[in-house]
């Protein structure tokens, strides 16, 4: 399984940017898509993720801010991102977990996206 994740670019802080990720290959369900960020010498850490359900959860760091969301387009999740911060500024990776069409788990990570925020 694979994961394309774009949207990422500069911005100012305050402005707002919107990523997608988008899952493709022999998927039978995905139970779960998240995005995770990593900033420079500090550790990948959850941004926002959303079960197949729809329930989501947020890092306190974004709550209010970020909305994680499924829309539309099959096994595709977006990250809308409002009143961006410098602190915001990371690569983000998306992830998905779920089952291939023979019924094996994966776990997969997209390529990143460059997110800078400018103060």
């Known amino acids: 399984v694979q994961l394309q994740a774009s949207g990422g670019g500069l911005v100012q802080a305050g402005g707002s940017l919107r990523l997608s990720c988008a899952a493709s290959g022999s998927i039978f369900s995905i139970n779960n898509m998240g995005w995770y960020r990593q900033a420079p010498g500090k550790q990948r850490e959850l941004v926002a993720a959303i079960t197949s359900g729809g329930s989501t959860k947020y890092a306190d760091s974004v709550k209010g801010r970020f909305t994680i969301y499924r829309d539309g387009a099959p096994n595709t999740v977006y990250l809308q991102m409002n009143n961006l911060k410098p602190e915001d500024t990371a690569v983000y990776y998306c992830?998905?977990?779920?089952?291939?069409?023979?019924?094996?788990?994966?776990?997969?990570w997209g390529q990143g996206t460059l997110v800078t925020v400018s103060s």
């Open positions: 992830n998905a977990q779920g089952a291939t069409m023979i019924l094996l788990d994966f776990y997969s």
